[in-house]
T-cell receptor, first 114, second 115 residues
Framework: DAGVTQSPTHLIKTRGQQVTLRCSPK?????VSWYQQALGQGPQFIFQ???????QRGNFPDRFSGHQFPNYSSELNVNALLLGDSALYLC?????????????FGPGTRLTVT | AQSVTQLGSHVSVSEGALVLLRCNYS??????LFWYVQYPNQGLQLLLK??????LVKGINGFEAEFKKSETSFHLTKPSAHMSDAAEYFC?????????????FGPGTSLSVIP
């Protein structure tokens, strides 16, 4: 079992650009949640996808959007990048009916915006 | 609204000493509570969780935590610190309104272990 995988590992973008981050959930999991972890802070919930729809959303602007595919993998898209979007982006997967307490995290994607 | 506070952004202990990391939460309903550990340049690993069974929860690597409703606390302890325990620790809370409520993390406590 490969666990939760994320790609790419690191990414450098320029202000105003767009970025797409990818996540493959743990085998048997159908729910994917995304978190943003700024340096020195705890993870902040962005949104959660289940059955290819956004089920929960945190306090993030519409520049942050996502998608879930039929195979349960997910993408996080961020448009019009700002310097403040520099962070570690974490993906967590879980079984849909237990998503609040059976989350498994991936290693994250480190995004640097210059 | 849910929230988590962690007293002490940095904690240093000597190898072999007691580890105590503090966590207090705010929740309008009985919560789920978690402790996660994060090693440098890695994702989060679940140490333990409270989901309304026993109030004393045992986790991996010798850690345990006690849920105290009257104090709204969920402090993490380990009797004897090991060098490999040096990491960032996050307390987290989730309401039980639904089974898929979002998880709210605290700001974290960085644990250093002195040889």
């Amino acid at each position: 079992d490969a666990g939760v995988t994320q790609s790419p590992t690191h990414l450098i973008k320029t202000r105003g650009q767009q970025v797409t981050l990818r996540c493959s959930p743990k085998s048997g999991h159908d729910t994917v949640s995304w978190y943003q972890q700024a340096l020195g802070q705890g993870p902040q919930f962005i949104f959660q996808y289940y059955e290819e729809e956004e089920r929960q959303r945190g306090n993030f602007p519409d520049r942050f959007s996502g998608h879930q595919f039929p195979n349960y993998s997910s993408e996080l898209n961020v448009n019009a990048l700002l310097l403040g979007d520099s962070a570690l982006y974490l993906c967590a997967s879980s079984p849909g009916h237990l998503s609040s307490y059976e989350q498994y995290f991936g290693p994250g994607t480190r995004l640097t915006v210059t | 609204a849910q929230s988590v506070t962690q007293l002490g952004s940095h904690v240093s202990v000597s190898e072999g000493a007691l580890v105590l990391l503090r966590c207090n939460y705010s929740s309008s309903v009985p919560p789920y509570l978690f402790w996660y550990v994060q090693y440098p340049n890695q994702g989060l690993q679940l140490l333990l969780k409270y989901t309304s069974a026993a109030t004393l929860v045992k986790g991996i690597n010798g850690f345990e935590a006690e849920f105290k409703k009257s104090e709204t606390s969920f402090h993490l302890t380990k009797p004897s610190a090991h060098m490999s325990d040096a990491a960032e620790y996050f307390c987290a809370v989730s309401d039980r309104k639904t089974s898929y409520d979002k998880v709210i993390f605290g700001p974290g406590t960085s644990l250093s272990v002195i040889p």
